[in-house]
T-cell receptor, first 114, second 112 residues
């Protein structure tokens, strides 16, 4: 069964500082990997996805993530955080080559201090 | 692209009542998904349609839950005899091909 672990429940960073959110997945074959962001009371917005190819993927709002198969990780990074980045971030895994369900982690809440 | 639309945004009901939620996917998307999200958790998969066919259901979807997508466009999720544990955000998503799922803003269900 597929699973996702986000070890950090809550992270606080200063505006302008760099950010890395951790994600580890468990999946028996080649996964599709995603990062979504959720603001309070809202749905989820896709930040970026990894299907295949280049292991460093760029997303919206200046975010990037790196797929490391050997570590079963897909960490999200941003070089300089803005106050508007404060939100909940979810990593998700899906089965490659299909369009079925996503399995999400429990999320990391990001707080940005000015 | 008008996005995934869900209605209502918030539903408050008494325990034991039936509720129905609606989801309108992005118009060209043939796949539609329902997820449930409880406080402090990530979304959990409930069920998935390709066109009008319901192809997968989670064991989370008890027999009090039923979902339909009669014409392969909008979908409804009905919960019968609601219980306190049904309180959650119900999220709908849609996609086409193997492209990422796009989510609506959800329906928050509160059981009194």
């Amino acid at each position: 069964a597929q699973s996702v672990t986000q070890p950090d429940i809550h992270i606080t960073v200063s505006e302008g500082a760099s950010l890395e959110l951790r994600c580890n997945y468990s999946y028996g074959a080649t996964p599709y990997l995603f990062w979504y962001v959720q603001s309070p009371g809202q749905g989820l917005q896709l930040l970026l996805k990894y299907f295949s190819g280049d292991t460093l993927v760029q997303g919206i709002k200046g975010f990037e993530a790196e797929f490391k198969r050997s570590q079963s990780s897909f960490n999200l990074r941003k070089p300089s955080v803005h106050w508007s980045d404060a939100a909940e971030y979810f990593c998700a895994v899906g089965a490659a080559g299909t369009a079925s369900k996503l399995t999400f982690g429990t999320g990391t809440r990001l707080q940005v201090t000015l | 692209d008008t996005g995934v639309s869900q209605d209502p945004r918030h539903k408050i009901t008494k325990r034991g009542q039936n509720v129905t939620f609606r989801c309108d996917p992005i118009s060209e998307h043939n796949r539609l998904y329902w997820y449930r999200q409880t406080l402090g958790q990530g979304p959990e998969f409930l069920t998935y349609f390709q066109n009008e066919a319901q192809l997968e259901k989670s064991r989370l979807l008890s027999d009090r839950f039923s979902a339909e997508r009669p014409k392969g466009s909008f979908s409804t999720l009905e919960i019968q005899r609601t219980e306190q544990g049904d309180s959650a955000m119900y999220l709908c998503a849609s996609s086409t091909g193997y492209q990422p799922q796009h989510f609506g803003d959800g329906t928050r269900l509160s059981i009194l």
